[in-house]
Structures are given as structure tokens and as C-alpha cells.
């Protein structure tokens, strides 16, 4: 009879310990289920936000008009490359899109520069074309002008780069060019505001010039213009024109051979100045934006 009794004793001790498990599990189980859930509520908020962020910034860079241009000419390999690669990288960080004019015969060796024109692209930014290796078209005959155009687009194609853009060196340029260019399938020409408006060619070329520089090139050093006179030139410039596009030089924010802060600060101040009332474009993007495409 005791024995029946301790086997029941056990079988009961037994049997509540498994309601006391199963319990535990049940309690467990519902522990891990409400942080799971608190974990798929806290990345659908946080999903939340960054689709909020992305609408408040849209609906803010909606509001600014996306009209102004940064042209950096003379991109290439090593000369400056450092100053080109930290504008690029300033650029990117601050969504400011821009238009790369390279010189081909001079690019594409220099792995850094190359990946950081790439990474602009990614970004939407826009390569030109700057001659082939920064002639004056001027001095060449039509032919030739047409031969160094093809040239340049040939060379850029070899690194999967195209543009149907062309920044003529020196800004120099006569009328034979636009039958060199459409000869050598280039549409639009953007060199300096001296050489008249923005306008669209006889034959269909587009032409649009840069409108303010950042630093004047005179008798070899580049003088810098201060931060209140370029913002006068940038609004001055949209008053007038309905776009501005700054050009800048990587040479021009090297001193001796090093990049000068200094200078880099104007550039920087700038951006953060026309930030406040316009959004960045590129050529072809704002071809597209004043036509209403
Ligand atoms: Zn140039």
C-alpha cells in the first residue's frame, strides 16, 4: 500500500512538474513573442521616420528651384586631383550635383579620381566632355575640330563614360564648331557668358554658358572673389538668366603644390549660402526642368 502510495506521491510530483514547465514555456514563449513584436514595431517606426525624413526633404527641395549649375572643369588625372576629389566628395555629401568637364587624353589612369567621378555619376551628377587634351578649338579647322570632338568621346567611352556635352577649353569657340559637334554627335556647347546667352543654335545646338566663376585666372594666379560678391553674381544671374552655373577650377584652391583651405572655405560657405534659396542641377537636368519634361 505504501509503495502504491509513494508511486502515486511520484507520479503527482512528476505531473506537477510538468504543469509548472509548461506554464514557464507558455510564460517564456510569450516573452519572446512581445519582444519580437516590439522589435518589428520598432523598425516599422524607424521605417517610418526615414520615409518622413525623405518626404519633408523632397517636399523642401521641391520648394527651391533647381537652378544652379556647378561646372568643375579640368578634371584629370593627378594635376589637382586631390582638389577635384574633395570638391567631388563636399559635393556629394552636401547633394550638390554637378557637371565634370574632363580632359580625356589626361584621365583615367588615376584610380582615385576616376572612382570618385564614378561615385558622382551614381549620385546624378554629369560628366562633359573638355576638349581631348584641352586644345583651343579656335586654331584647329573644322575637320579637325570634328576629329578631336570624336576623339574625345571615343577615349571616354573606353571607361563607359558618355556625354553629349561639350565645355570648349579656353571657352573659345567659333561658329564652325557646331558642325564639328553635331558631326561628332554633341549637342550642346556650355562656355562663358562673354560669348552671349543661353540660346538655341542654328542646326539645333544647344548653347549654355557658365555664368559666374569663382576665382578670375589673371596673369597666372587665380584671384579669389569674396563670398558676399558671388552670391550677388549667383542671384544676379538667376534674375537674369533663370539659371546660374559656377564654374570652378581644381587648380584654383591649390597654393604651392597643396590644397589650400582657405580657398576651399569660400567654396564651402557658397554652397551653404544658395543652399538656403536653390536646389543643384545639372545641365542636362535642368534642360529638362525649364522644358517641363
Ligand atoms: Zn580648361
Redesign the pocket.
Known amino acids: 500500500m505504501s509503495i502504491e502510495k509513494n508511486r502515486f506521491a511520484i507520479l503527482l510530483f512528476l505531473l506537477v512538474l510538468i504543469l509548472i514547465n509548461l506554464v514557464v514555456y507558455a510564460k517564456l514563449s510569450d516573452l519572446t513573442g512581445s519582444v519580437k513584436e516590439l522589435d518589428d514595431l520598432k523598425s516599422e517606426i524607424s521605417e517610418l521616420k526615414s520615409k518622413l525624413n525623405e518626404i519633408t526633404n523632397k517636399l523642401n527641395e521641391s520648394s527651391k528651384p533647381p537652378v544652379i549649375i556647378i561646372r568643375i572643369?579640368?578634371v584629370r588625372d593627378y594635376e589637382a586631383a586631390e582638389a577635384t576629389r574633395i570638391l567631388i566628395q563636399f559635393n556629394r555629401v552636401n547633394h550638390v550635383k554637378m557637371d565634370l568637364a574632363i580632359i580625356p587624353a589626361q584621365f583615367g589612369r588615376d584610380n582615385a579620381t576616376l572612382g570618385s567621378i564614378r561615385a558622382a555619376i551614381i549620385d546624378g551628377s554629369e560628366i562633359i566632355v573638355?576638349g581631348y587634351d584641352?586644345e583651343n578649338l579656335k586654331m584647329l579647322s573644322i575637320k579637325l575640330q570634328a576629329e578631336t570632338l570624336r576623339a574625345a568621346r571615343d577615349q571616354l567611352s573606353t571607361l563607359n563614360l558618355t556625354s553629349t556635352i561639350f565645355a570648349p577649353?579656353f571657352f573659345t569657340y567659333d561658329e564652325g564648331v557646331f558642325d564639328a559637334m553635331r558631326a561628332s554627335g554633341f549637342d550642346t556647347v556650355s562656355g562663358y557668358i562673354d560669348a552671349g546667352g543661353p540660346t538655341l543654335e542654328e542646326g539645333g545646338v544647344y548653347r549654355f554658358p557658365a555664368t559666374v566663376t569663382m576665382a578670375d585666372y589673371v596673369n597666372g594666379t587665380w584671384m579669389r572673389i569674396d563670398l558676399n560678391q558671388l552670391v550677388g553674381k549667383v542671384n544676379l544671374s538667376v534674375g537674369r538668366y533663370g539659371y546660374a552655373m559656377i564654374l570652378v577650377h581644381p587648380q584654383e584652391f591649390m597654393v604651392d603644390g597643396r590644397l589650400d583651405a582657405d580657398r576651399f572655405k569660400v567654396y564651402s560657405d557658397l554652397i551653404r549660402e544658395i543652399q538656403g534659396l536653390y536646389s543643384f542641377n545639372t545641365i542636362s537636368g535642368y534642360r529638362s526642368w525649364s522644358s517641363g519634361e
Open positions: 572643369d579640368d573638355h584641352h577649353p
